[in-house]
């Protein structure tokens, strides 16, 4: 660890010298949670999984956390926390992540084993470094900070962490428990601690995600795979058909052609452009992380605005007739297509799917049965710039890295927009992970320096809430 | 059996007496072949397959062919027989069949079991009864005849028969095969006998079937399938561009968009359009036998000339992506088509590959790498109406069945193009199965009135081509 910079006088200086000279210990002990196997995706892990979640909750309470609670779901348990300010009119926020990690194993190319956390040049590789243990378990090092840097016995906000437990599996049971919850989890605001920044050295706060309506179209055609011999050329092919739809959902420069699919989205403003275009972008870097060959899309945006401000059409599986080797000679049966929609900020999942809906069925030739079907959607989630709660959050971050942040967005989608519509709170993200972080992939690492720098953001975040909140509200 | 009409003292009636006072016999010998179980697509019915060729060879023996022989293959022996006629002048005839039959089990829905041949209400049900084994049979007491009422001791013509083993699984080596001893099969014409007629009612001589050529397209997008939040609208997505390609494969008329595709081709004429016409085709029937809901095609043409004289563009599979239940966000990394191509008169395959390959490839966007491959193709073949081959099995079913026949043409393709291609000889089709009899479907089944009118038609046709060759040579 290098010698922190800043002066101890200052609130800053004070911040980064508790951080660094407790992150020996710090690390000891995420490194004893990132030993533990919890794949919420592998049900032989399930053990794993709750004793991930009883690790986090003793370490929650050694932190000073009053209320620690598991909560369980149909699957994985979630952990509950609680502390609130002494001062009773402090503003109250949700600390949002995860304790599951991905599937990992050294076959997979790993240099070292995925569940035997190894510091190797600054980097801490395993299997949840990133995504999300290290990104939870700086807040109780940056609440530490907090508390041991401004003399309190308390926080200066009521803070409430809820760490759920089948993220990488989707989070199938995250919205119910939020709702059967939500007295419990009401927060002014939640903050994200599951995202990262641009790069290395271009710390971000990220402002939004886009949110997801997900469709499945089948068509069927004869009532079983018919001889394309006999009968071919004079009887629809639902693949065919299907192929049309597809086809025919975007046009020539690019945009959905779904009917009303754009309705209600604000144009970004000129002022959003700029901000994305300051960041350093490199088509050639990016198309590697995209492990793709050209970039592609709606016209008159760049990349990342197709990627993070804009709304798209993806088929994500198509499927019908014969799949093994070589050939067959038959008019498949059915034909499937499995469609996502990411929606940004005007676009009611709900409309989108009806629009979709409409769209697609007029689309279906005669002699051919058509079904279609959505899965749960997920509203698009994006903070305005202006909002008083992201300006603590900039501060913080700006604070902890001692430079101007700028601001992204991420074209995924999550809990977060779950969270804001449930409780009814604007969210904010803080992270500190990076794109070479590797998250889902072998030698997930995180860089120790930006994860000190997570707890020293997060050691602010919480003074510059309780003293700006009033101010907004 | 019904009591044979016609009178004895024509050479109708002498054939239609002995056919019939020999059926029982025949039926009883067929019955004993039909008990094997020759399923060629099965691994562990290899030695049936090898049984039901003995078998085959030890019967036409028996029948008098003075050769006989078993010729192995890479995968299933084909049976070859040879009876010279004693006039060295006469035509030579290869006679086209196949001992292997397609699976069959009790469990698919049969109501007797499959290899245990039973007569009920004038049929003979089991797998192989049509196709081809009946068809096949139907030749050796058609050749007894011939002999019996032309007090002839060889036949004719000079008779040859080819009895393949693997038809029912794509007769992967029937091609090397004939290529290989095209100096044995050598033949003036060859008569296919594994076809059918339009209905029970309804007596018709097959013309021709199409051609076929496939191919397989994969688009291949990023390296592995990535998140469609992260990268969704701004790499392109080898479905859709998959998708494209499909759809632009038809216009609004239904006609195929491959430049050059229609060239070369021979428009119906009036005169084959008018007999096309005037079999009695009902659309609810032939709706039901595609298990199909509507037509479609190609625009100004029936149902028949669709299926059997315009060449066609068929999707046989389509997929890429995610397959399972539910959603996946991802972008698949490639997709694929399976397409066929039936063809007719005058596309040779080698042309229209190429043209389909030169347009499939123009279509592929940037960003995305396309393979193209071609499985072995198919010639079309189709003998004129006013060959003087056709018209000998033209009488020679009319004089079976005492009416006039009417014209079919077959949309599938076949070996029948292999043997024109090779052999260098017209392809005439004599067949009595008909739509109802349950090809490569449960209750599979012949009816013994048509089988029997097939051995007629098979004694009449070698003294007609012996009478008439010489006119058309």
Chains 1, 2 share one sequence.
Request: contains cysteine; charged residues 25%; hydrophobic residues 40%.
């Amino acid at each position: 660890m290098s010698t922190p910079p800043g002066g101890a006088d200052s609130e800053v200086g004070a911040v980064r010298t508790y951080v660094h000279s407790h992150s020996a210990a710090f690390l000891g002990e995420l490194a004893e949670w990132l030993r533990i196997p919890s794949v919420s995706a592998q049900p032989e892990h399930a053990d794993d999984v709750r004793r991930g979640a009883d690790w986090l909750a003793g370490k929650l309470r050694d932190t000073g956390f009053p209320v620690v609670e598991i909560w369980d779901t149909p699957g994985a348990p979630a952990v509950f926390a609680h502390w609130p300010a002494e001062d009773p009119a402090a503003p109250t926020v949700l600390v949002y992540g995860h304790h599951d990690v991905q599937p990992a194993a050294l076959a997979d190319g790993w240099h070292s084993e995925p569940f035997a956390p190894e510091i190797r040049d600054g980097k801490l590789y395993a299997r949840g470094a990133a995504d999300d243990k290290g990104q939870v378990f700086f807040h109780t090092l940056g609440l530490r900070a907090h508390l041991a840097t401004t003399g309190r016995s308390a926080p200066a906000v009521h803070l409430k962490l809820l760490v759920e437990g089948e993220e990488e599996s989707g989070s199938p049971h995250f919205r119910a428990l939020v709702e059967d919850r939500a007295d419990r989890l009401a927060a002014d605001t939640v903050v994200i601690s599951d995202t990262g920044m641009w790069d290395e050295t271009t710390p971000t706060v990220c402002t939004g995600m886009r949110g997801l309506a997900e469709c499945e179209l089948v068509l069927h055609g004869p009532e079983q795979d018919i001889h394309s011999g006999s009968f071919g050329g004079a009887v629809p092919n639902p693949a065919t058909a299907l192929a049309r739809v597809v086809a025919a959902l975007h046009d020539e420069e690019g945009r959905v052609t779904v009917p009303g699919f754009y309705d209600g989205i604000t144009p970004l403003t000129e002022y959003e452009r700029r901000l994305f275009a300051e960041l350093p972008f490199d088509e050639e870097d990016w198309l590697r992380t995209a492990k793709s060959r050209a970039t592609a899309g709606e016209s008159g945006h760049t990349t990342l605005e197709r990627v993070w401000a804009r709304p798209t059409a993806e088929v994500n599986g198509i499927g019908g007739g014969y799949q093994g080797e070589g050939s067959k000679t038959i008019i498949p049966s059915s034909a499937f297509v499995k469609l996502s929609f990411r929606l940004v900020e005007g676009q009611e999942p709900e409309r989108i799917e009806q629009a979709v809906r409409d769209w697609a069925l007029a689309r279906v030739p005669e002699g051919l049965r058509a079904e279609i079907s959505f899965a749960a959607s997920t509203r698009p989630c994006l903070t305005p710039l202006s909002h008083p709660a992201l300006q603590s959050v900039v501060r913080s971050m700006e604070k902890a890295f001692g430079r101007p942040v700028r601001f992204t967005r991420e074209g995924g989608s999550g809990p977060a927009a779950d969270l804001r519509d449930v409780l009814g709170a604007p969210v904010l993200f803080l992270g500190v992970s990076v794109p070479s972080d590797g998250w889902h992939a072998p030698d997930e690492k995180v860089e120790l320096d930006l994860l000190l720098k997570g707890a020293e953001a997060s050691a602010h975040l919480w003074q510059d809430l309780a003293d700006h909140w009033s101010e907004a509200h």
